[in-house]
Every structure is written in structure tokens, then in C-alpha cells.
């Protein structure tokens, strides 16, 4: 398939170019929709989800949206679509974006949800509180003038008063919130192609969540990064070469000055096209999933054979040691004395263990979490410091009518609960 496009960037300071691309794809791409038991979704030419709210394949502006991101930039650390990725408050509250608008779950013993906000004419993205939950960071996609993919960022609060729209940018890949709340980190499809690499990259900017000022930081990373716990850094992973016609790519993880862009090392990566990391809550220890890494005076290889693995970075020492082989991503529990791990499943799921105290052993507890849905990947995360939140995948008709549930599982794997029934009906309700 051939796909040609042209578009015009938002004004917003970063967006001043034009550009006419073709492309040739060996196959159309699916993507995904959300849409709830009554058949309400974006596109016509989609059915009714079974039961809960399901994700769905079909063709549409998704699409086009995914591709024009696709066009502008490497597949290296891309993310095709925004990941799901559920924030969550220290008292147990869950940010959940789907088509109907924003949409807030409490997971007390009697879990409610409702609708806070829901945008119009846009379809919600990500969603995050700030650190004391007294805010909610918001981004919705809709159409600019020429008719191409906008992102617009939006302050409220949780029960959506003051809201306030703070900036609106074009392909943005990934979003985080500050430590004080006072800036979102932004990753975006750069619109001009790395010197060094010859490629179109992503380049990190931030956000003031006050006025909406924003700032370049750092071009040719990684669009997964994360705060440092003092909020005065991010940590990025910074591509310096790249293998020639492959997908392996030699860089560093830095930390990014927010007040200057200046970066110290912090160890040396060889990653794929996919990474992912989390910072301890006590800011000392970063996990990172690669190809490898190693302290940063030593060099990596260029190239390796071997699965994307966990590795744990001491940002005291500059000391790395390996947690476990073939995993997708680790996660840090809040009080930082576990690991949550990710590993390829069977069927479009992944295998989560988790790890205490030395890390050295990992113990399943799921094997049917969602990996993705169309282009986007889907990241489990923490509840609390005893349970794990993540998308379940659940055949509902035959082998291959599946729904998307929300779930809540103990660290042990013995206590599992199903929040997609109070979401289901808070929608019917609404």
C-alpha cells in the first residue's frame, strides 16, 4: 500500500514545516477502537464489543494517524500509538482515557467510576494525576485546520474545574508528569531527520502545567524516559549511532538537565526498537529493558544476537546487573521492594512475575495480560504496594472474540479482582 500525505505543523513553536512523504507498506495495519457493550464507537464499520469494553480492529483516521507518525520518524524506542498506561493515585484512584472522555475509578472496597470530562470532538489519549492527585494532567487527539492529527494538553481538576488548555503539538508519542506537578515531559516525532543517524527521531521537550511554556531539551531518544525523583532531571535514552539498514542502536542513558538540557551518563545501552524504564521510588536505581547494557565507561557492542532483558542501573555506583532475560519492561512497586516484570506469552499476552528483596527470583502470577492493542503497546503498572494493575485478556465467544477487562491482582497472585464491570456500568449510566 502507498501513502501519501502532506501536512502542516501546528503553530506552536517546534511545528513550523511542511513535508510530502510516500511510503510503501507491505500490508494494511490494524488498529484499534474502543467501543462499549452498546456498539458506541468512532467508526462505522466496527460491531459491538460481546461484553465490557473491548477493543476492536477496522481501518480509518486511526490509522492514518499511526501512519503519519510512522512516516516521520524511526521505528527505534517508537511507539506507534500512545501506550496505555493507567495512572494512579496514592489513594487508589485510576485514570482511565476511552472514547466517551476521561473517565475516574475508585477501587475502594465498593469501586465506583465516573465520567470527569469528556472532549469534544476529540478522542482522550493519556491521562495523568499530579503527584498530590490535586490535578489531572489530560491530552485528547483531534483534527487542525489542514486536517491533520492534533494533540492538546489540558490542566483540570479531578472533578474537571479550572480546566485549562495548555498547548496543542503534533505527533507526540509519550507523555510524564513532573515529581511537583509543575511540568509534563513530552516525547514527539521530530520533523527533521538526525544528523547523526540520518533518520527521523524523537526528541523530548517540556511543558509548564501553569501557562503552557514549553522547552527543547534533548533530540535522538528514546520516547520512554522518566522524572528523577527531585524533579531537576530525566532520564533518557540517547542515541549516538546506529546499525546500518538493522534496528540496534548504541546510546547512552543520560540524565537531562530540566534547567539546561545538559546530560550526564549515566550507563551505555544497546537497545532494539522497543524500550522501557522505571525509576526507584528513593531515586537511586533505574530498570531499563535492552539488548545490553553495562557501566558507562565501557562501551556495548554494536550489534547482538540476544532478547531485549532487565537490567538494574545503581545511579550512585554506575553499577549494572542483570534481573531477568527475555522480559519486555520491569516496574518498581511504590515502596520500591519489588519488581514487577513482563515477559512474551501466547496469544497477544504477556507472563507478569514479580521479584522481592535481592530481585533474584521472579514468580509468576499472570499469563494473561494484554500486550497491546493495534499499535499500541499496553504497560501493567501498581495499584498499591501489594497489588498489580494491568489489562486482562479473556476470550468471551469461541477462541477469538476477546475482551480487554481491567484487573487488580495481589503481589502473591492468590486475591484477583474485575474492575471492568463498574466501568461498563458507569457508562451505561452516563
Known sequence: MTWNGWKKWNSDGFNQHRFKEARHWGAVLPVFFVHDRRGRDYHDDQSAAPDGAAISMGKGSAMKNCFSILLLVSTVFLIGCFPVELSVSKDGQVLIPRQEGFYLLKTADAAEAKLIYSPKGEKPVWAAFTP???SVLALSQGKGDMGD????????????SALKALM???NLLYARVSPD???VSLARASDTESKTLAKKMPELLVVSTADGAKKPLLSDVAAVHRWTTDGKGILAVHVTSREKDGDQYVGKLVIVAVADGKTTDAASVLAGDKIYMDVSPDGNKVLLTALKVLPTAQAVPAKS???PSLFEIDLRSGQVRLLKQKALLGVYSPKGDKVLAATEGGEGTTELSIASGDMKEFKTIATD??????SSEIYPGWLNNDTVLYVGLRAVYGTEAKNFQLMALSADGKTR???QPTIDQAVEQK
Do not use: I, Q, V
Open 132 to 134: 498530590d492527585a490535586s
Open 149 to 160: 492529527t492534533n494533540y492538546t494538553l489540558r490542566r483540570m481538576g479531578p472533578d474537571a
Open 168 to 170: 496543542t503539538a503534533s
Open 181 to 183: 506537578g509543575a511540568k
Open 305 to 307: 544476537d540476544e532478547k
Open 369 to 374: 495480560a494484554a500486550k497491546s492493542a493495534g
Open 417 to 419: 479482582r474485575n474492575f
